[in-house]
């Protein structure tokens, strides 16, 4: 240890020191049973003073040392880890799921070496600027290219190759994390981890001029998906894949893949429901006219918690054509699930690849689609064909009559096209006001 004008208490485990450059006392403490040393500034410029605050703080920690108490300054990774420890089991699964890749990809490379009296209201805002232009950094650029260089292994079968990140996040993937934030730090705060809690407010995303529209397939599309898909699980997986030919287990996936798409679009659930979903948890009902329909009762460690869901006819075939197929079709068995009765985390990959092929993989305005795609399809599509109540709509799919309004407003003008076009047509006309 460098430094001026150096003192010792306590057999060397106090020691008090100036820097270079500083006039404020800086202090050492060796506190038995602590790895390491403990460094801080005294904020003393009087030596005497400078002792004392020494001499009290080593006090200090000694007694929280030898209590189980917290003794060193602590970091955002180690509240992190605490947090984490104290939440893994209470949270669902998904949740942990999403904080821990939010937290490894974006909080921890830049909140985590910091103390947490360095976590300000200032550096929340700095934050913010580096996430918004990270995947179009050196860094984010880099990662993208490594990322998609690396091969899948034994132990890693369904690496992350980043082909669908956001190189501008949404405004919506900002304020969960800004929600995520607040979660972590004001436990901390509750616990004395931290003296105070900083401003976090993401900011707000200048949006595109225009209607809110998210991707989906419109009514042609989609019968030249689903069209597609009927001939896609016929065929043989295509040859030349590392001099592997076509087998069963490919043709097994095909036709659960089938099933799973057209499953999607005829409920509107989200990939994360879908994933859940029990045997047990799908009831045939039957109407008072005596025709069938499906029921889903849809899971409580989802995002918006338990609900029952009515699917569109013709659902029931597609579940009916995956229990011929399942090994496991016991009511606690999960409907979308492997060989091994593991659940499928992720039908992307596959959905790319045929979205690709079948030339349907963007949507008129060049945005990506996606699983979820499906869930927009079917919300598009009921409220454009079948007439569907916006209110009653919104809690059949699990969210609010906003939401519904907010992103397929832009419907109900195709709906009243013919009043629009023909009757303005007729008025203007009657009056001579075409020239």
Same mark, same amino acid.
Request: net charge positive; aromatic share 10%; glycine share 6%.
């Given at each position: 240890?460098?430094?001026?004008?150096?003192?010792?208490?306590?057999?060397?485990?106090?020691?008090? #020191?100036?820097?270079?450059?500083?006039? %404020? %006392?800086?202090?050492?403490?060796?506190?038995?049973?602590?790895?390491?040393?403990?460094? $801080?500034?005294?904020?003393?410029?009087?030596?005497?003073?400078?002792? &004392?605050?020494?001499?009290?703080?080593?006090?200090?920690?000694?007694?929280?040392?030898?209590?189980?108490?917290? &003794?060193?300054?602590?970091?955002? *990774?180690?509240?992190?880890?605490?947090?984490?420890?104290?939440?893994? /089991?209470?949270?669902?699964?998904?949740?942990?799921? #999403?904080?821990?890749?939010?937290?490894?990809?974006?909080?921890?490379?830049?909140? =985590?070496?910091?103390?947490?009296?360095?976590?300000?209201?200032?550096?929340?805002?700095? #934050?913010?600027?580096?996430?918004?232009?990270?995947?179009?950094?050196?860094?984010?650029?880099?990662?993208?290219?490594?990322?998609?260089?690396?091969?899948?292994?034994?132990?890693?079968? #369904?690496?992350?190759?980043?082909?669908?990140?956001?190189?501008?996040?949404?405004?919506?993937?900002?304020?969960?994390?800004?929600?995520?934030?607040?979660?972590?730090?004001?436990?901390?705060?509750?616990? =004395?981890?931290?003296?105070?809690?900083?401003?976090?407010?993401?900011?707000?995303?200048?949006?595109?001029?225009?209607?809110?529209?998210?991707?989906?397939?419109?009514?042609?599309?989609?019968?030249?998906?689903?069209?597609?898909?009927?001939?896609?699980?016929?065929?043989?997986?295509? *040859?030349?894949?590392?001099? $592997?030919?076509?087998?069963?287990?490919?043709?097994?996936?095909?036709?659960?893949?089938?099933?799973? &798409?057209?499953?999607?679009?005829?409920?509107?659930? $989200?990939? /994360?429901?879908?994933?859940?979903?029990?045997?047990?948890?799908?009831?045939?009902?039957?109407?008072?006219? =005596? +025709? *069938?329909?499906?029921?889903?009762?849809?899971?409580?460690?989802?995002?918006?918690?338990?609900?029952?869901?009515?699917?569109?006819?013709?659902?029931?075939?597609?579940?009916?054509?995956?229990?011929?197929?399942?090994?496991?079709?016991?009511?606690?068995?999960?409907?979308?699930?492997?060989?091994?009765?593991?659940?499928? *985390?992720?039908?992307?990959?596959?959905?790319?690849?045929?979205?690709?092929?079948?030339?349907?993989?963007?949507?008129?305005?060049?945005?990506?689609?996606?699983?979820? +795609?499906?869930?927009?399809?079917?919300?598009?599509?009921?409220?454009?064909?079948?007439?569907?109540?916006?209110?009653?709509?919104?809690?059949?799919?699990?969210?609010?009559?906003?939401?519904?309004?907010?992103?397929?407003?832009?419907?109900?003008? $195709?709906?009243?096209? /013919?009043?629009?076009?023909?009757?303005?047509?007729?008025?203007?006309?009657?009056?001579?006001?075409?020239?």
């Amino acid at each position: 240890m460098s430094g001026q004008d150096r003192h010792e208490l306590r057999d060397g485990r106090v020691v008090v #020191y100036l820097r270079d450059a500083s006039p %404020y %006392y800086q202090m050492r403490l060796k506190i038995h049973g602590v790895t390491g040393y403990i460094t $801080r500034s005294t904020k003393c410029r009087s030596l005497s003073e400078a002792l &004392v605050v020494a001499s009290e703080t080593y006090d200090d920690l000694r007694y929280k040392a030898q209590h189980g108490l917290d &003794v060193k300054p602590h970091t955002f *990774e180690s509240v992190w880890k605490r947090w984490y420890e104290a939440h893994r /089991n209470v949270l669902s699964i998904h949740r942990i799921r #999403y904080l821990e890749g939010t937290s490894e990809r974006y909080f921890l490379p830049f909140f =985590g070496s910091l103390k947490t009296d360095q976590i300000t209201s200032e550096k929340v805002q700095s #934050y913010w600027t580096w996430r918004i232009n990270y995947w179009t950094s050196e860094e984010g650029v880099r990662k993208i290219e490594t990322a998609q260089k690396s091969r899948t292994t034994a132990k890693r079968p #369904y690496k992350q190759k980043l082909g669908n990140v956001a190189k501008v996040p949404a405004q919506k993937t900002l304020q969960m994390e800004q929600t995520a934030l607040k979660q972590i730090l004001r436990w901390a705060n509750g616990l =004395g981890m931290i003296s105070r809690i900083p401003e976090i407010r993401a900011p707000k995303i200048s949006a595109k001029k225009g209607i809110s529209r998210r991707p989906a397939f419109e009514l042609a599309e989609w019968q030249t998906l689903y069209r597609f898909l009927r001939e896609w699980v016929k065929q043989p997986a295509k *040859e030349g894949m590392k001099g $592997r030919g076509p087998n069963s287990h490919h043709l097994w996936h095909r036709e659960l893949f089938r099933s799973y &798409v057209l499953f999607m679009g005829t409920t509107g659930l $989200r990939p /994360n429901e879908a994933r859940q979903l029990r045997w047990r948890d799908a009831v045939p009902m039957n109407h008072s006219d =005596g +025709s *069938e329909y499906l029921l889903l009762h849809i899971s409580p460690n989802t995002k918006t918690g338990a609900r029952e869901c009515v699917a569109l006819k013709g659902t029931i075939l597609y579940l009916e054509r995956i229990r011929k197929i399942s090994l496991h079709t016991k009511p606690d068995d999960l409907i979308f699930c492997d060989k091994n009765g593991e659940a499928i *985390e992720n039908f992307g990959k596959t959905f790319k690849a045929v979205l690709k092929e079948a030339n349907l993989l963007e949507d008129r305005y060049g945005n990506v689609r996606t699983i979820y +795609s499906l869930r927009h399809t079917y919300a598009t599509l009921r409220i454009l064909k079948g007439g569907a109540n916006i209110e009653d709509l919104a809690q059949n799919m699990g969210t609010s009559p906003t939401q519904i309004y907010q992103h397929y407003r832009h419907i109900t003008v $195709r709906q009243k096209a /013919n009043e629009l076009s023909g009757k303005l047509h007729r008025e203007m006309s009657t009056k001579g006001l075409y020239f």
